[in-house]
């Protein structure tokens, strides 16, 4: 079956606050913000900026059933040349370390190779969250060599190893083209040992249940890849899927919906808020305002109003420290069981 | 309520510790550790208990446990497995009893 964005067949869901009024209507036993205080937390502040996260748009080649994003083919927000620019200054004027490039298929952005080109010239790291497909695709087909050249670390999608399940979140065929894209990539040297080019994976549950622990499925995964398809990799992140634009759109037609946030309250896990991504982490959208996560980002709910609110504004500004971090009931998350991150769990 | 078994129910689990709670506390210490990991992984335990639901015959212990055979890591064809593992202990003690009708047969036949 062909998927399609929630935008192309004109969901209601596709807008941001009609996403948030559902989440909002929930009778959920308690708010975040409360979960928060129980947790000796009365403010989620922001720390030092670690991560520049920049969402290059909404365009992708595939369309998953799991998607925040609503991506697809038929998404036109592409990041201007403005914003780009505007970003890739901050990255040169602050101390950040780490740029986290995202979409969509980051790829597809016209200046993705530039923006890598010259972010590693600076001394930064780079992270392209990568869906493998894209680099089996002929106009892409010199990407991994592109990559590999620039040191960039892939942090890949790719929900289960067995093909059925990849394949019924992803769309036909993604993982026997995934699996040609990872052993293209171990060809280059990426996910082996002693080269120092890192591939690591991403692993959401296919359904509405939450990720089982990091550390065992890291182990199942290096040996099942190993045996069943000679490939290796890194690392793997297991990522709780967030209750927003398809997922969310999934989990109110599956009826699913007010039994998966409840196991996400219930699993409130007060150990992961020191970790949680949104404290040193800035997001960028492709329109170049600021969020605290991707998350919020999809949702529309911006950064904290007193501080800058769009990377131009945040080239004149030294950082968002200490800002109150922008929440709601969907930040359950990235607290349930091991925690949830762009880096998988945040306690292990 | 229209049936013994309703879904909602299985939340009120905790309900029958009100007027013996010294007995579910116990009860609770005990299941917690049974189900951590020990000699046994964390899933083995779950897909050992997801087989052994479906062999009482317990809706709410096929719900809990398919939830948490998947949140333990356990795929849909290692759990359909154990399943076939239940069935099959199940099958065979059926079968098995027909050593004691044979007996029966010779004791009675000539």
Known sequence: MALATLLNTRNPLAAPAVQRARLEALPLRRTFDGALASAGHQVLTRGRTRVLQMNLGKRCNQVCHHCHVDAGPDRTEVMPDEVVDATLDVLDLSGVGTLDITGGAPEIHPRFRDIVSRARAMGRHVMDRCNLTITTLPNYASLPEFLAAHSVEIVASLPAYAPAQTDRQRGVGVFESSLAALRRLNALGYGREGTGLVLNLVTNPVGAFLPASQRALERDWKRELARRYDVEFNRLFTITNMPISRYLEWLERSGNLSAYMEKLVQAFNPATVEGLMCRDTISVAWDGRLFDCDFNQMLDLPVDARGPRTIAELRNAPDLLSWPVVTGPHCFGCTAGAGSSCGGATTA | ?110
């Open chain 2, 1 to 110: 309520m229209d049936t013994y078994y309703h879904p909602p129910d299985l939340a009120k689990f905790p309900d029958v510790g009100k007027d013996a709670p010294e007995l579910w506390d116990r009860f609770l210490g005990w299941y917690t550790a049974v189900f951590a990991e020990g000699a046994l992984t964390e899933r083995e335990k779950a897909l050992i208990a997801l087989a052994v639901a479906h062999a009482v015959q317990c809706p709410y212990c096929i719900d809990a446990y398919t939830s948490g055979s998947l949140e333990k890591g356990a795929t849909p064809d290692q759990m359909t497995e154990a399943v076939h593992v239940a069935a099959a202990i199940r099958g065979g003690a059926t079968l098995v009893h027909a050593v004691q009708m044979r007996n029966k047969i010779e004791k009675i036949g000539m």
